[in-house]
Structures are given as C-alpha cells and as structure tokens.
C-alpha cells in the first residue's frame, strides 16, 4: 500500500485496472503521459519523483550528453518526444526543466495539474493547445500559461523541434 492506499484504490485514482498497474510495475506495459501522470497523483507524488535517483539533488552543474532523457516513444507509441532533464530529479526541487525535442507530427496529449509553465522555442514550430485554443510558436518565440488548463503540444513542421520547458511544481 501507498499513502495508506490498496492497489485497487490506486487504479481506480488513476482510471485503470490493477492487472495494468501490475503490468506498469513490471515493465509489461508503456502507460500514456497522462496515465503515467494520473498514477503519479494518486500516489501524491509526480513523474519526476517515480523516476529519481538518490542524492541527485546535490548536483549544481549537469553537461551536455550526462543528462538523463526521458524518451516518450517508451510510455507511448509513435509520439516522438524526448525529454532531456536539466535539472535533476529530486523531491527537493521547486522547479522542473527540460529541453523538449518533438519530431515532426509528435506531440503531447492533454494533461491538468497544479502549477505554472514557461516555454522558449529553440528550433522549429509547435502547435500549443491551452484550454482548447490553438496557438502557434516558432523559434525565438516564448509562452506561459497557468497549468491548471488543459495543456497539450505538438510540432506542426517539417523538421525537429526543440523547446526549452520550465515549470513549477515539478510534474514529470
């Protein structure tokens, strides 16, 4: 148990069966973004937090090809995005960063979750959708939004996009 929950409470937080938590556990199954999330909030935590490694919080400077990469093709299928951490995963941290590289059609499915998100488009072109409202931003363009709206992304170019993604509290 988990904050005091069975595992059939925890699936049913997350909206989906003990045998695909079980299946998750044991790397039997690649949850979406948003099942991975909706199971980290029933468990009161957040991804970054399933994922972090003891005393990682002690680094101040991670370079360039040390950085873990989370890539999202193994949580969900053809979707195209890697997430490079640039700030560790630890539960001391306020802030999460990372650089987003979304190949050309990948993108994110809509999320909710507490906090506020900053984002500067390094290279490319991505479709942002806040709140059902489709906004456009190309390289050398920067966003905000509270994330408590509904939040999604994806690259509409032809070729790789690279955003640089800040937010507070830590989510994935």
Known sequence: MVRGLTLK???DEA???????SKIENDKAAPSFATLHRVATALGTNISDLYSAANSGDRVVSHAGER??????NLRT??????????????EHLLQGNIHTIAPGGGSEAIVHSGEEIG???EGEIEL???GKKHRAKAGDSFHFRSELPHAYRNVGAKVARVLWISTPPTF
């Open 129 to 131: 959708v806040l709140d």
């Open 9 to 11: 409470e925890v699936a």
């Open 120 to 122: 500067y488009v390094l």
């Open 78 to 91: 053809g979707k195209g995005i890697k997430l490079e951490r640039l700030i560790p995963y630890s539960r």
């Open 68 to 73: 873990p990469v989370l890539v999202t093709d």
């Open 15 to 21: 909206q989906c069966s003990e045998s695909m938590l």
